[in-house]
């Protein structure tokens, strides 16, 4: 029997299009909760540690709303073991005999076809932007895993695309769909401890390592195509990822590594700092400046930053300490006390960074009390959502605003980057949110879209006719 997709049922009219196309049967789930007209057909770019952890379980355990239909890799191993668990676990949810999902080696051939609704981007972090820009000019609706973007001025590109093609576009900072941050996020919003003066947030550095030596590279990898637009490199499997699909769910060497990630700061900053914003209200801008020390990552291939002691300066008077000596969370403090957030002994991947100590509540506060008590009728309210793949499967549907959009998704990195930017001069920065630029020219250069080759957002933007 023919497939016939969300769009495609819309496109031909509903049910009376649907006949057209399947005049001999109309199987139940057409009339359904399944119905073509409701089910979101979805693409995975990037079959690694967080696609397989956290895409993809997400996926599985809805599908009445929505059906992984095509896996994509460059690296044809990977992509094969995608195929396996994602029709393996189809037939096993669906109690049917055959699922066949489709496979690429080239997103480019993903995006091209019209049977998928929507793509999930889980690449490394240097490909983010990238190809949620062509999934945007494509048509298609996008999750894209956090950082939004590897530079400011690609978050920007890409917030733009999709703020003029109209995509839904939910960025991987699942926190926001997890109870307590929502409720600590509506507690300090509404005044419970008082003015914010201070936040503290706290999370783990990467250590040493990495092997240096040059690798042949493996034929089942398109390395040149996973370098993207960074710059040309020699092979070695500790700056891609473990050629071992046994160790699929292990930390890959690229994420403390520059210039494929910037470390922890926009690893676990992505997640905290998005929080942060979400607290006090500033998810339109950010900072007004910002200062602090770090060191660096020196034995081994590995080069991000190591230890960070930093230091946001947010309009009235506000002080965000970021730095790895604090728990792991976030510590919101005003005149009446303090409310801290954590995941507490949940870990989403086996990689969470844990410190030494007594183990993390997830809802905390100087005095219990502070966190009891409803909150009255006119207080302000937060974007409520329980489930952070169905948010947004639930916005691609109604075509409304996921928890974390493009242009909160783009604002929250920003902050975690310009992080990045004040380590990577050495230097204080003053921020202006309006025209996103520093006071240092140095800063300002490095904000810059990276390019090489075709590898190019500018390029893109350019052949397709979009001004951003």
């Known amino acids: 029997m023919m497939t016939v997709t969300r769009r495609g049922f819309v496109q031909a009219g509903g049910l009376a299009g649907a006949l057209a196309v399947m005049p001999n049967l109309i199987p139940a789930r057409v009339l359904g909760q399944a119905a073509p007209s409701k089910m979101i057909n979805v693409g995975i770019v990037g079959c690694g540690r967080i696609s397989s952890t956290m895409e993809m379980p997400g996926l599985f355990k809805l599908t009445d709303m929505a059906r992984i239909v095509a896996v994509c890799d460059l690296d044809s191993k990977r992509l094969a073991f995608a195929k396996e668990r994602v029709e393996s676990e189809y037939k096993k949810r669906l109690k049917t005999e055959t699922y066949a999902v489709k496979t690429f080696g080239n ?47 690609e978050g920007r590109s890409l917030a733009e695309v999709v703020r003029q093609k109209g995509n839904i576009l939910q960025v991987g900072s699942q926190q926001r769909s997890t109870k307590q941050f929502r409720t600590a996020c509506e507690l300090v919003r509404n005044g419970r401890i008082g003015k914010i003066t201070r936040v503290e947030v706290g999370f783990g550095k990467d250590k040493d390592g990495g092997r240096k030596e040059e690798m042949p590279v493996p034929a089942n990898l398109d390395y040149n195509t996973w370098l993207g637009p960074t710059p040309q490199a020699y092979y070695t499997e500790d700056r891609v990822h473990d050629q071992d699909t046994a160790k699929l769910g292990s930390r890959p060497g690229w994420i403390q590594m520059e210039p494929y990630g910037w470390g922890m700061i926009t690893n676990w900053g992505a997640h905290h700092m998005d929080i942060v914003q979400w607290g006090l209200g500033t998810e339109d801008r950010g900072p007004l400046e910002i200062s602090g020390t770090c060191g660096w990552l020196t034995t081994g291939l590995w080069n991000a930053h190591a230890e960070f002691d930093l230091l946001y300066k947010y309009p009235n008077n506000i002080d965000v300490s970021v730095c790895n000596k604090y728990p792991n969370g976030v510590r ?45 009728a006119n207080a302000v309210r937060l974007h409520k959502s329980d489930d952070h793949v169905k948010d947004w499967l639930q916005a691609i549907q109604t075509r409304t605003s996921p928890v974390t959009n493009a242009e909160i998704g783009h604002r929250s990195t920003s902050v975690c980057t310009l992080g990045h930017l004040c380590m990577k001069t050495g230097k204080p920065l003053k921020w202006d949110y309006k025209t996103e630029t520093t006071d240092n020219a140095e800063a300002n250069k490095l904000m810059a879209c990276p390019e090489r080759d075709a590898f190019s957002i500018p390029k893109v933007l350019n052949a397709a006719g979009i001004t951003v």
């Open 332 to 376: 919101f403090i005003g005149e009446d006390g303090w409310i801290f957030v954590s995941r507490g002994a949940t870990k989403v991947t086996a990689s969470d960074p844990t410190l030494p100590g007594k183990e993390l509540k997830e809802l905390d506060a100087s005095d219990p009390k502070l966190l009891d008590g409803e909150l009255g």
């Open 107 to 153: 997103y480019h051939e993903l995006l091209a076809d019209k049977g998928i609704d929507a793509v999930m981007v889980c690449t490394p972090d240097h490909w983010h932007a990238l190809c949620a820009v062509e999934c945007a000019i494509a048509g298609k609706d996008i999750w894209v895993q956090k950082p939004f973007a590897q530079t400011i001025r």
